[in-house]
T-cell receptor
Framework: AQTVTQSQPEMSVQEAETVTLSCTYD???????LFWYKQPPSRQMILVIR??????QNATENRFSVNFQKAAKSFSLKISDSQLGDTAMYFC??????????????FGTGTRLQVTL | DAMVIQNPRYQVTQFGKPVTLSCSQT?????MYWYQQKSSQAPKLLFH???????NEADTPDNFQSRRPNTSFCFLDIRSPGLGDAAMYLC??????????FGSGTRLTVV
């Protein structure tokens, strides 16, 4: 079974500062993907960034980047130049890629991020 | 725009009264999922359809059922809602790979 652990239930960061959210996971599979999802108070789950496990290069999307340490099974999210609109619950999630069946997302428990003035 | 639409956005039902939540998609994805998300918790997968094949999670209560009459629509039926079933219900679709698209969710209140 796959598990995802987010050890920071809540975090706070000042606008324009940088914050890092932690995530660790456990799996015996080799073909998998990792994600960070954002869920603002409006509640729609939005994909922030995706990392393929076979890629060594860390994924980046504008102000969002990850630090993927495969051996350590660690997948942290760095948000640079934080904005008020980044206030949300952030979920780390994991999918094992299977052939012929649907892939199922496993979520961590989430980190609530508050961006302050 | 292609999307996943959940109706209604908010649903109030009486304890024990059957309720149905709906999800539609214009993405033509072959997989549709239903997640339950209780307050401040991670979403929990209830079941999914891979094309017409229904796949139930082992710990999903029998009180929860689902129907998928065609590719575009999927319904979540709660036969006898209890207070513990109050939650946000999220519908998601994918092509069977990692590309999930989520709807906005239906918040269910049981009174």
């Amino acid at each position: 079974a796959q598990t995802v652990t987010q050890s920071q239930p809540e975090m706070s960061v000042q606008e324009a500062e940088t914050v890092t959210l932690s995530c660790t996971y456990d799996t015996s599979e080799n073909n998998y993907y990792l994600f960070w999802y954002k869920q603002p108070p409006s509640r729609q789950m939005i994909l922030v960034i995706r990392q393929e496990a076979y890629k060594q290069q860390n994924a980046t999307e504008n102000r969002f980047s990850v630090n993927f340490q495969k051996a350590a099974k660690s997948f942290s999210l760095k948000i640079s130049d934080s904005q008020l609109g980044d206030t949300a619950m952030y979920f780390c999630a994991f999918i094992v890629r299977y052939t012929g069946t649907a892939s199922k997302l496993t979520f961590g428990t989430g980190t609530r991020l508050q961006v302050t003035l | 725009d292609a999307m996943v639409i959940q109706n209604p956005r908010y649903q109030v039902t009486q304890f024990g009264k059957p309720v149905t939540l709906s999800c539609s998609q214009t993405l033509n994805h072959n997989v549709m999922y239903w997640y339950q998300q209780k307050s401040s918790q991670a979403p929990k997968l209830l079941f999914h359809y891979y094309d017409k094949d229904f796949n139930n999670e082992a710990d999903t209560p029998d009180n929860f059922q689902s129907r998928r009459p065609n590719t575009s629509f999927c319904f979540l039926d709660i036969r006898s809602p209890g207070l513990g079933d109050a939650a946000m219900y999220l519908c998601a679709t994918s092509r069977g790979d990692y590309g999930y698209t989520f709807g906005s969710g239906t918040r269910l209140t049981v009174v």
